[in-house]
């Protein structure tokens, strides 16, 4: 018995992710909730489970495809009967398909589909999280070349492509090696993202290129060699540029904006241009603090708790909110209301290889300063490895971004979206500055807060960035204000 798998719905309300890597390939036995794949959605790199135990079939998509919610991406031989049953799909779609008028003839390429005809108690019910195939408009749904695998590999002549609740599928059925060529007509070329982007700049239809990559693949370099032959439709010149001189190089790299840089740019766009921004600056001596920080790590009881200047700011900031509550508030525009955190879920904003991340600490303001330092720690790392659960980037009410790390002084930060400010911290200069009536070097940094003028006047804001600077100036402060 076949099983085909759908991408689930991995929560969060995203429609697509990314196969980042496939653990598995066609003919492995894998056992129930097996790691099979890696999919990195516009939040993390999720691990994806396997549904079954039996053997890996056939693998949908290659590794670097975005895949939409509700789009088949492998299939199991669990063994049993020969009936192919789908994971994910939606159970009222094949109903509906065991209960419609028998379809007229097809031809030989397809075959009846085996999920349409099965009695219901054959028919598996919903997986939980797995949501129904959605019909998305201008999305037509991926078909494989004849005799191509989705990896590339060459399938077997007895291959044939079976319709299963709506989707295309690749079971072992009885279509012979000459299958009419017509089958293809409507088939998109194989290639990537960047080419097809590449192709559609320069108006060339890539059913008119002939692919010489493995299997057919449709390359780069395939549609510069197809610009020579054709003037396109963008009027560019019949003849591409001659690279073999010393300026043998491209002169642009184009690639998709997808994942975490699609939800990164949507967020910033509508935060910038929802939120009124307004943005504060303090410069001010940290020396104190940075001499308490000296002292923490030459004390046996603090030495291994990684205790640094981000903790410090981080413990400053929620005794700071505590004075100031309109920091920790939303705006909720459909219901016409201001709504007031009582904890505190700080955002640490984090530069990782995939872009920034906003992971939060739950009530932080209930951690003491080793807590604080350890649940800073566990986020950057598990951002910067991409593993933060999605649930870890949403629900923070203000945040932190350490711009310091960068040799940055001083900036205007974006909020996050949902939240009323957001503080960056720049870097720790040795400068000269006036201390008890002199001028001496002293460690000095600048903080920058952006603030929703919505949610917060200037006067509460000021206050707010004032008692953080009071509390990093001298931290003996803290006793008057606790």
Avoid at 66 to 71: A, K, N, S
Avoid at 99 to 116: I, L
Avoid at 171 to 188: D, L
Avoid at 293 to 315: E, M, P, Q, T, Y
């Amino acid at each position: 018995m076949i099983k085909v798998f759908k991408l689930p719905d991995l929560g969060e309300g995203l429609t697509e992710s990314e196969i980042v890597a496939w653990l598995v390939a066609p003919g492995d036995e894998v056992t129930l909730n097996q790691h099979i794949a890696d999919v990195e959605t516009a939040k993390a790199v999720v691990e994806l489970p396997s549904p079954f135990a039996g053997v890996v079939s056939v693998l949908h998509q290659p590794a670097g495809v975005v895949v939409h919610v509700g789009e088949p991406i492998v299939s199991f031989d669990i063994g049993g009967d020969a009936d192919t049953l789908d994971a994910g799909a939606d159970a009222g779609a094949v109903d509906a398909a065991a209960q419609a008028p028998a379809p007229a003839p097809v031809p030989a390429a397809a075959s009846v589909p085996a999920a349409a005809t099965a009695p219901a108690e054959k028919r598996e019910a919903n997986l939980v999280g797995y949501g129904p195939a959605v019909e998305r408009g201008g999305h037509p749904q991926r078909r494989l070349r004849p005799g191509v695998g989705p990896l590339g590999a060459a399938e077997s002549a007895a291959s044939t492509q079976t319709v299963v609740a709506g989707v295309d599928q690749v079971t072992p059925a009885a279509a012979s090696a000459g299958q009419p060529a017509a089958a293809s007509v409507a088939e998109r070329p194989r290639s990537t993202p960047p080419v097809r982007a590449l192709a559609r700049d320069l108006g060339i239809d890539l059913r008119t290129v002939t692919g010489t990559g493995r299997d057919g693949l449709i390359t780069r370099d395939d549609v510069s060699a197809h610009l020579t032959q054709s003037v396109p439709a963008t009027g560019l010149p019949a003849t591409a540029p001659d690279r073999s001189g010393p300026e043998a190089f491209e002169r642009e790299t184009r690639s998709p904006i997808k994942s975490l840089r699609k939800l990164t740019a949507k967020a910033m766009v509508q935060s910038a241009f929802t939120a009124p921004h307004v943005t504060e600056f303090l410069t001010i001596d940290v020396t104190p603090t940075v001499e308490l920080l000296d002292s923490l790590r030459a004390d046996r009881a603090f030495a291994d708790a990684g205790i640094g200047i981000l903790a410090v700011v981080a413990k400053a900031l929620c005794l700071a909110v505590g004075r100031t509550p309109a920091v920790n508030t939303r705006w909720d525009e459909p219901a016409g209301e201001i709504v007031q955190f009582h904890d505190v879920n700080l955002g640490i904003a984090a530069a990782t290889p995939r872009g920034l991340l906003v992971p939060n600490i739950v009530d932080a303001d209930r951690l003491d300063l080793r807590g604080l330092a350890a649940a800073i720690a566990e986020l950057t790392t598990a951002a910067r490895a991409g593993t933060t659960a999605p649930a870890a980037l949403s629900g923070g009410t203000v945040t932190i971004t350490n711009i310091g790390v960068f040799g940055i002084d001083a900036g205007t930060p974006i909020l996050n979206p949902g939240e009323a400010a957001i503080l960056a911290m720049g870097a720790i200069r040795l400068r000269p500055w006036e201390y008890r009536g002199t001028v001496a070097l002293r460690k000095v940094l600048t903080l920058s807060l952006s603030f929703d003028h919505r949610l917060v006047d200037g006067e509460q804001g000021s206050r707010f960035l004032a008692d953080i600077g009071t509390i990093l100036a001298d931290p003996a402060r803290v006793l008057t204000m606790v």
